[in-house]
């Protein structure tokens, strides 16, 4: 099971009204980014517990594995790279079609702030095995509720140890 992770609004808060601060989470160590200090470092045992394959999904590209992963204790992931082409037309989701391509023949959850109904009925139109698009809120990024719908959904569609297939080629299902 692929687990697709966004970082800006995702990890990341964004957004939030000025009068609600950012939390500052604070590890001993100045982060090189100090955007990182909003990121709480206790998610990166939660998101390495979910037993999925984690994979960067997000502009941070290799640079999500030089900051984010050490600050929230993570090995260093997978970065899905992003083609050099034109934006599809509104409202899908420019990253929908790539993360699609990445995923193959694996299910996936998709973790990120700017999912739309377009973005899941084009996944269920195009990816043949189960996947969650989950829209994370951007002002408070990723948060105890957002790791029930990933537990409630892992649940059903399981996920087996990282790197494994739910998938049960006696009964041909996932």
Do not use: Q
Request: charged share 20%; hydrophobic share 45%; proline share 13%.
């Amino acid at each position: 099971m692929l687990l697709f992770l966004d970082v800006d609004g995702t990890l990341i808060p964004f957004g939030a009204p000025a009068d609600r601060p950012y939390p500052v989470h604070r590890t001993g160590h100045t982060p090189p980014n100090p955007l990182l200090a909003r990121i709480d470092p206790a998610l990166g045992p939660r998101l390495g517990a979910l037993r999925c394959d984690l994979v960067w999904a997000t502009t941070w590209m290799d640079d999500a594995n030089a900051c984010v992963a050490p600050w929230l204790g993570l090995p260093p992931l997978p970065v899905v790279e992003w083609p050099d082409e034109e934006e599809p037309s509104a409202p899908l989701h420019w990253k929908t079609r790539p993360l699609v391509a990445w995923a193959g023949e694996r299910p996936f959850v998709w973790l990120d702030d700017e999912l739309t109904e377009a973005d899941r009925a084009w996944v269920a139109a195009h990816h043949h095995r189960p996947a969650l698009l989950h829209r994370v809120d951007h002002e408070s990024g990723l948060t105890d509720a957002d790791f029930a719908v990933l537990a409630d959904w892992l649940a059903v569609h399981g996920s087996g140890a990282p790197g494994s297939s739910p998938c049960s080629p006696a009964s041909g299902s996932c």
